[in-house]
Structure formats: C-alpha cells, structure tokens
C-alpha cells in the first residue's frame, strides 16, 4: 500500500495562556503561566484552589446565541478551534470532496459541568424534568459531531476516549487515515472543560492534583518537589492534508506527521510502569513508522504531568527508547504553563511542537528549581531554547495505560 504524505496547514487553540495559536505560542516562548485562583465556582472548602483555566472566553463573539444554547463549553472551545484553524489553512470545502474529509476530535470527560447541574435539576424537579438536550450536550462525542455540522465534513467522524492520551490519539489516527488513502483533509484535536467542583474532587481523592496554593509552584514537571498536576481546559485542533492535495492549492505547511506510536501498558489503572515500557514502544513505534531513527529526534514535547510518578516513568522511557541519545536531546514539558488539559493536552501539545519545529524552538520547562535524580535529561529548565530542530516527538499518557507519541518532521520545500 502507497504510504501518502501528510502534512499540517491549519492550526487553532484556546488554552489557560492564549485564545488562539498565535496567542498561546507567543505566550509559551515567553515563558508564560496560565495557573491561576478557580473563577468557575467557589472553592474554598476544598484542598485544591488553582487550575488553568481559559481567560476571558465569550462564546458570543464566535458563535449565534441559538447555537450557544446547544453546545457544552467543551464543544464550543472545539467548534471555534476547527473555525481557526480552517481559516488559518484557507481552506473551503469547495476545495475538497465532502466524503473524503473528516473529523476526529477527542475529550476525556465531556459535559462534566452540564452532568452537574443537570443531576442537581433532577434531585431538585424530579428526573422527567432534565433538559432534553442533557445527552446530545454533555456526550463527549458530540465536539466532533458539530464540527462536522458545521464543516459540512462527511467523511470518518470519530472520538477517541482513551484519558489523557486522547487528543494524540486524534492526530495520530487522522494521520494514518490519510496517509493510507481514506482521507485527504482531517480536522483533529482534543477539547475539554472539566474544571468543576466533581472533576477537582474527585482527582483530590486520588491524590493526582498538586494541593500547592502557589501558581508557580504548583505544575513543576520534573522537578524533585513536583506533587500532582494541575487540571486544565481548553482546545486544540489541527487540519491535516495530504501533501499534494495542500501544495495543489497553495497551502503553507507547518510541518510533516511522518510517525504514530500507540501502545497500552496492561498494569494499572492510574500508574505506568515504573520501568517505561509501554510508554517506550509508543515512541519506538512512531520513530519505525517514520522509516527514521532515534538519534535523529532532537526535541521531545513531553506528558510531563508533574506527578511523582508520571515524570519520573516518562524519563525512564524516554531512556529505554533511545538509549545514549537520551543525553542528547531536549525534552520539556509545556503542562509548566498550560496545567493539564486531559483529552486536549496531546492536541495543544501536537501545535506546539510542530510550530517548534518550524520556529526552531525549544519552549521551557518553567519554574523548574529542584533537581530530581529520577528526571535528569535536559528538561529546558526556564528558559526556552532556539536550536536546529528537524524531527521532534510529541508524548501522551493516560489513565488506563494507554500510551501515545506522535513524530513531526520539519517542513523544507
């Protein structure tokens, strides 16, 4: 089977630093940080006060108050990043056949907050008096859906469920549709919007959110006082076309998906492996794809929870994966800025490293202070780094084991 070329022409986000691409990259060379005191509701009984939120978000500057009124904040942050990220690649379905164009978006949870209020309606009304649009609102798939509504996009519709990893996942599979012939253009990402009084609870209880009440000390991926990560929202979606059907048009071109790797470690169910294999054959796996090898890959994007025992197993299979070359190469961890967007992180994190590759940056790992012996590879502690980057990996791990890497290649005509 002929392997196609893909490549990315469009790109749209609203994450905790920027409500666009534009904004965010900028915000995320400058070493900006998104955490910050919870607005969305009050938080004051709980152990954990701070997230990264979106700031400033107005549905209404983007979208009809009718369509509004349908759409969950998680969907509507996926609607106006597919909006962005089609006119930023100038792309028309007029340019395209509608079968062969597709969507596939990813959340982890959904319409958490429309779940909440929509049980405190039903205690309080009895259950006949939920809203009729409850389930076609809060359903995690239902940010794909209407972006293809609104796209017109009638071809494959999907959303990968897989936690943390979903949003690699997303662009990891829209790749290989296209690049085996069943796609030629794929709006892709992840979306979420979780930071609710349920979602911060109940990863409270688990021990996974950091209980530090300073923004700057709070997502320390990497460093030896790291305790837990901090909850993010937002959105990130990317069109992808096949080579020649972008250079037909003229499109410019970020960079090229050249690998995809997906494993599942088949341990635990919140734990990785403590010795990185899972996550390791990810990252093998989408280097062998690429036809490339490991000591060609110069930057890696990296989960980088800020988890005890995240970051230190990322470290390890980071190790496994390439051996001497581990030394050599920068991996950093942009969740320093952004929290941890779940079902979005591997989204976000798939448009920053591409417009690292094309920038030849290196973004840092901020707020990094304490030296850990478990997480010591060339992390970019605080400063941000310009270097010649021409394959650069981006990392995704989830709940569940699920394990994600995606392998971006510079793009040069």
Same mark, same amino acid.
């Given at each position: 089977?002929?392997?196609?070329? /893909?490549?990315?022409?469009?790109?749209?986000?609203?994450? !905790?630093?920027? *409500?666009?691409?534009?904004?965010?990259?900028?915000?995320?060379?400058?070493?900006?940080?998104?955490?910050?005191?919870? +607005?969305?509701?009050?938080?004051?009984?709980?152990?954990?006060?701070?997230?990264?939120?979106?700031?400033?978000? /107005?549905?209404?500057?983007?979208?009809?108050?009718?369509?509004? $009124?349908?759409?969950?904040?998680?969907?509507?942050?996926?609607?106006?990043?597919?909006?962005?990220?089609?006119?930023?690649?100038?792309?028309?379905?007029?340019?395209?056949?509608?079968?062969?164009?597709?969507?596939?978006?990813?959340?982890?949870?959904?319409?958490?907050?429309?779940?909440?209020?929509?049980?405190?309606?039903? $205690?309080?009304?009895?259950?006949?008096?939920?809203?009729?649009?409850?389930?076609?609102?809060?359903?995690?798939?239902?940010?794909?859906?209407?972006?293809?509504?609104?796209?017109?996009?009638?071809?494959?519709?999907?959303?990968? /469920?897989?936690?943390?990893?979903?949003?690699?996942?997303?662009?990891?599979?829209?790749?290989?549709?296209?690049?085996?012939?069943?796609?030629?253009?794929? *709006?892709?990402?992840?979306?979420?919007?979780?930071?609710?009084?349920?979602?911060?609870?109940?990863?409270?209880?688990?021990?996974?959110?950091?209980?530090?009440? =300073?923004?700057?000390?709070?997502?320390?991926?990497?460093? $030896?006082?790291?305790?837990?990560?901090?909850?993010?929202?937002?959105?990130?979606? *990317?069109?992808?076309?096949?080579?020649?059907?972008?250079?037909?048009?003229?499109?410019?071109?970020?960079?090229?998906?050249?690998?995809?790797?997906?494993?599942?470690?088949?341990?635990?169910?919140?734990? !990785?492996?403590?010795?990185?294999?899972?996550?390791?054959?990810?990252?093998?796996?989408?280097?062998?794809?690429?036809?490339?090898?490991?000591?060609?890959?110069?930057?890696?994007?990296?989960?980088?929870?800020?988890?005890?025992?995240?970051?230190?197993?990322?470290?390890?299979?980071?190790?496994?994966?390439?051996?001497?070359?581990?030394?050599?190469?920068?991996?950093?961890? +942009?969740?320093?800025?952004?929290?941890?967007? *779940?079902?979005?992180?591997?989204?976000?994190?798939?448009?920053?490293?591409?417009?690292?590759?094309?920038?030849?940056?290196?973004?840092?790992?901020?707020?990094?202070? /304490? !030296?850990?012996?478990?997480?010591?590879?060339?992390?970019?502690?605080?400063?941000?780094?310009?270097? =010649?980057?021409?394959?650069?990996?981006?990392?995704?791990?989830?709940?569940?084991?699920?394990?994600?890497?995606?392998?971006?290649?510079?793009?040069?005509?």
């Amino acid at each position: 089977m002929e392997r196609r070329r /893909v490549v990315i022409t469009g790109l749209g986000a609203i994450t !905790p630093v920027g *409500l666009t691409a534009v904004e965010s990259w900028q915000a995320v060379k400058d070493g900006a940080c998104g955490i910050a005191p919870i +607005t969305q509701f009050d938080p004051s009984d709980m152990k954990v006060k701070l997230a990264a939120e979106v700031k400033d978000f /107005v549905p209404e500057n983007y979208l009809p108050k009718p369509e509004i $009124k349908r759409m969950g904040r998680f969907t509507q942050f996926a609607v106006v990043c597919a909006m962005e990220a089609m006119a930023d690649a100038n792309f028309t379905l007029d340019e395209a056949e509608a079968d062969r164009c597709g969507v596939i978006v990813s959340s982890g949870i959904g319409g958490l907050s429309i779940t909440e209020a929509e049980h405190d309606r039903g $205690k309080e009304r009895g259950w006949d008096r939920v809203s009729p649009f409850y389930i076609p609102t809060g359903i995690c798939n239902m940010a794909a859906g209407q972006i293809a509504i609104r796209t017109g996009f009638r071809g494959m519709c999907s959303c990968p /469920v897989t936690a943390c990893t979903g949003g690699t996942n997303a662009v990891g599979d829209a790749f290989h549709y296209i690049r085996d012939g069943y796609a030629d253009v794929m *709006l892709c990402g992840g979306t979420e919007a979780a930071v609710t009084p349920l979602a911060i609870g109940g990863f409270t209880s688990m021990k996974a959110l950091s209980q530090n009440p =300073d923004p700057n000390r709070a997502s320390i991926p990497f460093d $030896k006082e790291r305790s837990g990560f901090v909850l993010g929202e937002g959105a990130g979606v *990317l069109l992808l076309e096949e080579l020649s059907h972008a250079q037909k048009r003229g499109a410019k071109i970020y960079a090229e998906l050249v690998g995809y790797g997906a494993t599942c470690d088949a341990y635990h169910m919140t734990a !990785p492996r403590p010795d990185g294999s899972g996550a390791a054959k990810a990252m093998e796996m989408a280097i062998r794809d690429a036809g490339t090898t490991p000591d060609q890959v110069d930057y890696i994007n990296a989960h980088g929870t800020s988890t005890p025992l995240n970051d230190a197993g990322e470290t390890a299979a980071v190790k496994l994966a390439f051996g001497d070359h581990a030394r050599e190469l920068m991996m950093s961890s +942009t969740k320093s800025m952004t929290g941890h967007m *779940l079902g979005a992180a591997g989204a976000v994190e798939a448009i920053f490293t591409a417009l690292s590759l094309r920038d030849g940056y290196a973004p840092a790992t901020i707020h990094y202070e /304490v !030296p850990d012996e478990a997480c010591d590879l060339d992390v970019v502690p605080n400063e941000g780094r310009s270097a =010649d980057l021409h394959y650069a990996l981006s990392n995704s791990l989830g709940f569940g084991g699920h394990n994600g890497s995606i392998l971006l290649k510079k793009w040069e005509d």
